[in-house]
T-cell receptor, first 112, second 115 residues
């Protein structure tokens, strides 16, 4: 079945630097991926998504890259700000199951 | 447009009690799903409802149940609470469900503590 895993449970970066959060998935048939941000005391908030017919998608200060060959996706955050401190999850739907399968999350900490 | 609303925000119960959590989805969304989030297990799928029908259920004991009303609002119930049920319970809504390649919109959750 589907599984999604993040490479690092924690990531610490300097304010203003770029952050890269990685995620790997197991099912080569997965065709839709979502990144969520969860701040303390809140539910996961949608950041950006990408479908398998794309390799890259850009939002405001965020970019998601999808490498289907190695079943890997990454979230890049440009010019990281203190408000970016949160736990970041990648997720993908499990076919036929009406649910998202989530990775364990990466906690991003911003150093001043 | 109002987001997903979950009530109550916090709950403290004792072992053996039961609890009911409520979720109001985004207007127009007909799919409501529930997830349990714990530090050790991460986000685990509980069940999903669409048009008052449960379409899928996760690997949780029968003490966990839910329902959806005709206005798409949903409730989940946990009976005979155990210490291990302490978690953040998240509700998410979408137009027709995660299977259709939709993103889910989450509420802020109900933090349940079982003493």
């Amino acid at each position: 079945g589907e599984s999604v895993g993040l490479h690092l449970p924690t990531l610490s970066v300097q304010e203003g630097d770029n952050s890269i959060i990685n995620c790997a998935y197991s099912n080569s048939a997965s065709d839709y991926f979502i990144w969520y941000k969860q701040e303390s005391g809140k539910g996961p908030q949608f950041i950006i998504d990408i479908r398998s017919n794309m390799d890259k998608r850009q939002g405001q200060r965020v970019t998601v890259l999808l490498n289907k060959t190695v079943k890997h996706l990454s979230l890049q955050i440009a010019a990281t700000q203190p408000g970016d401190s949160a736990v970041y999850f990648c997720a993908t739907p499990k076919e036929g199951a009406q649910k998202l399968v989530f990775g364990q999350g990466t906690r991003l900490t911003i150093n001043p | 447009k109002a987001g997903v609303t979950q009530t109550p925000r916090y709950l403290i119960k004792t072992r053996g009690q039961q609890v009911t959590l409520s979720c109001s989805p985004i207007s127009g969304h007909r799919s409501v799903s529930w997830y349990q989030q714990t530090p050790g297990q991460g986000l685990q799928f509980l069940f999903e409802y669409f048009s008052e029908t449960q379409r899928n259920k996760g690997n949780f004991p029968g003490r966990f149940s839910g329902r959806q009303f005709s206005n798409s609002r949903s409730e989940m119930n946990v009976s005979t609470l155990e210490l291990g049920d302490s978690a953040l319970y998240l509700c998410a809504s979408s137009l027709v469900g995660a299977d259709r390649g939709e993103k889910l919109f989450f509420g802020s959750g109900t933090q349940l503590s079982v003493l």
